[in-house]
């Protein structure tokens, strides 16, 4: 942290130190980065290092650096078939959501893109009209409707309402992006006697990669997240998702601090992967979704 | 987004000799230019062929759409005009009766409350420190990359895994409290989540930690778009770090911080699941949200009519607050070009 000394200081060259931006940090920049640092992390950390503690310690002292290390607590999570079975089930149900939206939001978006026909804009409103309802307001239909299709206790059961409530954003994100496609590339494919279709499949679906890989990743972390459609839609613990599977673990092993945070935090490890991972993609995601 | 962003001008006459020139493309080619006007057989079979095509395309993403958004709302205004646990025909129809209720409970009043005090709050909370953390990690400086994925963590964390942790630490003999002993500070433990004079702030600051690098990130956004210049020239003309940020850089995230604001409202308003881990809307109602509100009496009562009218007043609250945010707020960033003309008032 000591390079910043090197760079000049805007009282030594007033006039020509460039950009704001590019003066000197103060030490205070620092000071402030550890203090949101530390604010953020804060509970991430205690959970994971509890995790290592025992009830006993945790009770003795709740603040304290584990003394011994105590590895059961993840030891028999680990061991749980119980733990594994649900973040396959919220694999399952994430990859299925993602793959419904990708496949139904890049084919949607491509005649609402690229083709010219009356009613194009109506269209493209009724799916943005879908980002005004909120999943709570369709919840006791949908309750109902999974039950009466028998989706309940299903991995459809949840995938579908996910999908369809992640389609308008997928919608929203994607058609910008397939416009944005030039118009020669549509002209030499058909000079080369290629159909629409044909173009669909082979030039602009792999040309859109980074535009549905954004959306995907902005469903698949929606999933992974949910948990008001599994709350009412499972109730079979063979198929509970990882976080009813946390909620449902704390509460019933609520007098074992301990044991709900190593689990919590074995929960947590799946997704901060995948966001470090991909947190470009998510950011760069959100970040258009709200330019439009 | 609104609008053909692509200029067609010219192309019917050049796919039209693309075709003659491919014949392997007819059928294809010219339906870019249907709207020209009918061209005999080729061109309304062409035509018939393009709807085709249009509607294998969409068909998949408005079944699902339909299926599973659009009739569940409509059902959810149908059920709201009856009583019904959810069995039986629908058949007691009360008219308005459950809308009535709904508002004249002392409990969906409060929800209702808490959900607009939360949107404001959040708000009020998350703005500032959002933007100070924004403009701090906007400066280049060593670790930058590293804070700007660190105060993203807890956007990225499922709301219930946060809720689960934050509940551990807020209980009467958590780390919090005990943090708050061990530095001194043990005149200001609380019941946390326990005490509904104080539960509504704890959610507040849960939320609050949760959410403020959404803010962060969004505004980190807009600042890439405030271009350099402008601060030379500030600083040129003598102006501090801190004048620059206040005269020129805040100014010009308005779009970002509205476009923001109107994100933070609407989820203020459907707010769900941290709400039901930490506090399940009590203790004594002190916290409860319309969904928790809604959720509890459709599942743990069966009255699916009732909620159902709970759920419709849910979404014309968001509704409204948002085509009302949209009139006033956001409609300020359209057609004017703010960047010019900040520019401008720069330059003289």
Redesign the interface.
């Known amino acids: ?1 000591t ?2 000394v090197n760079q000049p200081t ?1 009282r030594s060259s007033p ?1 020509r ?7 000197a ?1 103060s030490p205070w ?2 000071v ?2 550890v203090v ?2 530390v ?3 804060a ?2 950390v ?2 994971v290092l ?1 995790g290592f503690r025992s009830n006993g310690q945790i ?1 003795a ?3 304290a650096l584990p003394n011994p290390w105590v590895f059961d607590n993840y030891v028999s999570v680990i061991m749980s078939s119980s733990f594994w079975q649900y973040a396959l089930n919220s694999v399952i149900i994430a990859a299925v959501t993602t793959a ?1 939206v990708v ?3 890049v ?2 978006a ?3 893109a ?4 009356k009613g194009r ?1 109506a ?1 493209f409103n ?2 943005v009209m ?1 980002l ?14 999974v039950r009466d299709l028998n989706l309940t206790n299903t991995y459809w059961g949840v995938a ?2 996910q ?3 992640a ?2 954003m997928t ?2 994100i994607l ?2 992006f397939l ?1 944005a496609l030039p ?1 020669e590339l549509e ?1 030499a494919s ?2 080369d ?5 044909g173009f ?1 499949w082979r030039i602009l679906v792999p040309l859109s990669g980074p535009g549905m890989v954004t959306t995907g990743v902005l469903a698949f ?1 929606a999933s ?5 459609l599994p709350l ?1 839609f499972i109730n079979d613990p063979a198929l509970k998702t ?3 599977g ?2 449902d673990f ?1 509460t019933e092993h609520s007098a074992n ?1 301990a044991g ?2 190593a689990f ?1 935090s074995l ?2 490890i799946p ?2 992967v995948f ?2 991972t991909m ?1 470009k993609r ?2 760069s995601g ?2 258009g979704a ?3 | 987004m609104a609008g053909d962003l692509t200029p067609r001008g010219g192309h019917a006459t050049r796919t039209a000799a693309a075709t003659a020139v491919n014949p392997g493309a007819t059928g294809h080619a010219t339906a870019w230019s249907v709207a020209s006007g009918p061209r005999g057989r080729a061109a309304s079979s062409n035509e018939w062929r393009k709807r085709l095509e249009i509607a294998f395309f969409v068909a998949p993403a408005l079944l699902l759409f339909a299926l599973f958004v659009v009739v569940p709302v409509v059902q959810a205004a149908r059920y709201s005009v009856f009583k019904w646990n959810g069995l039986g025909p629908l058949d007691d129809f009360v008219g308005l009766q459950n809308y009535t209720n709904a508002l004249a409970d002392t409990i969906f009043q409060r929800a209702i409350t808490n959900n607009l005090t939360i949107a404001a709050l959040s708000i009020a909370i998350q703005l500032p420190i959002g933007l100070l953390i924004a403009l701090l990690l906007n400066r280049k400086f060593r670790g930058q990359t590293a804070m700007r994925v660190i105060v993203f963590v807890p956007y990225v964390l499922a709301e219930v895994v946060a809720g689960v942790v934050w509940k551990l630490m807020l209980q009467p003999e958590g780390a919090v409290n005990a943090f708050l002993e061990t530095i001194g500070l043990g005149a200001f433990t609380q019941l946390w989540v326990g005490d509904s004079g104080v539960a509504l702030w704890t959610v507040m600051a849960v939320l609050t930690w949760k959410y403020v690098g959404l803010a962060i990130v969004l505004l980190l956004a807009g600042l890439q778009g405030v271009p350099e210049d402008l601060h030379e020239a500030a600083q040129i003309d003598g102006a501090s770090w801190w004048q620059a940020q206040r005269k020129i850089t805040i100014p010009l995230l308005g779009p970002t911080i509205r476009t923001w604001m109107f994100l933070s409202m609407i989820g203020s308003l459907q707010l769900f699941d941290m709400v039901w881990i930490l506090t399940k809307g009590g203790p004594d109602n002190a916290t409860v949200t319309m969904a928790t509100y809604l959720i509890k009496q459709g599942t743990e009562r069966s009255q699916y009519g009732y909620s159902s009218a709970v759920a419709i007043i849910l979404f014309v609250i968001s509704f409204v607050l948002a085509t009302l945010f949209q009139t006033f707020v956001l409609n300020r960033d359209a057609g004017e070009d703010k960047t010019a003309k900040r520019r401008k008032k720069v330059a003289r």
């Open positions: 942290m390079s910043v805007r006039a130190s460039g950009a704001g931006r590019r003066r940090v920049v620092y402030a980065s949101v640092a604010g953020t992390l509970p991430v205690y959970a509890s009770g002292n709740p603040v419904l496949v139904a939001g084919m949607a491509y005649p609402l690229r083709y010219r026909f804009q269209l009724v799916f879908g005004l309802f909120p999943l709570t307001v369709a919840i006791i239909p949908l309750f109902l409707m579908l309402p999908a369809a409530f389609l308008p919608i929203v058609r910008p416009m118009n002209e058909m000079l006697g290629a159909s629409r279709i669909f972390v992974w997240n949910g948990y008001l009412l990882l976080p009813l946390v909620a704390s601090t709900v945070l919590t929960a947590v997704a901060l966001f470090l947190q998510i950011v959100l970040q709200v330019k439009g």
